[in-house]
């Protein structure tokens, strides 16, 4: 990819993005496609055991109430728990991105897009709040994080239709993700048996 050069001028740290993607071994392509297609089937079931990765977000999550608990905003602190469970991911994809890598890319940016499976049914939940809550300190002072966040911006009345479009960017996002890196890894193979 060719950057104007007035950009990576002013902003060197993105030449690297210029450097073509490193080579995917084959064996870890038909690995990769085998580990996203095994987990897209099983996603599609309820209470699949697949997406036990969902526990790992769970103390990012609440990690990130407490980490925007710090800019004294309670807005911005019931938003961070969402804010930090999709931003971790986010941030490792823009590490792989800067390396080059396929696979790590692909990976990352795949469970970004996963995390809005289990995003999805808490904003649902908004109004009912009817699903357990988890929290760190006191549970006499819970917040439901979509029934707040909603309520403050008025859409407490959509909770039900904004999840489902954030259901349906969530599958559309790996599925894209993945057909993203079939895609970049063929070519990689290609160029690297033109070479």
Known sequence: MNLPEALTERLPFLEPLEDGWQPVHPAAFVFACVFYGLFLLKASQPSSLFRMIDL???PIHEGGHLLFRF?????????G???LQLGVPLMLAT???FQRQVMGT?????FFFEQFLPISPYMADARAQELPLLTVGDADYVIHDWNYLFGRLGLLDHDTQIA?????IGWLGMIGTVVWMIRRSLQSRKQLAAQ
């Open 164 to 168: 489902h479009a954030v259901l349906i």
């Open 56 to 58: 790992v977000f769970i």
């Open 71 to 79: 800019f004294g905003n309670q807005f911005l602190m019931v938003a």
């Open 81 to 83: 728990g969402t804010l």
């Open 106 to 110: 692909s990976f990352c940016v795949f």
């Open 95 to 97: 590490f792989f991105i």
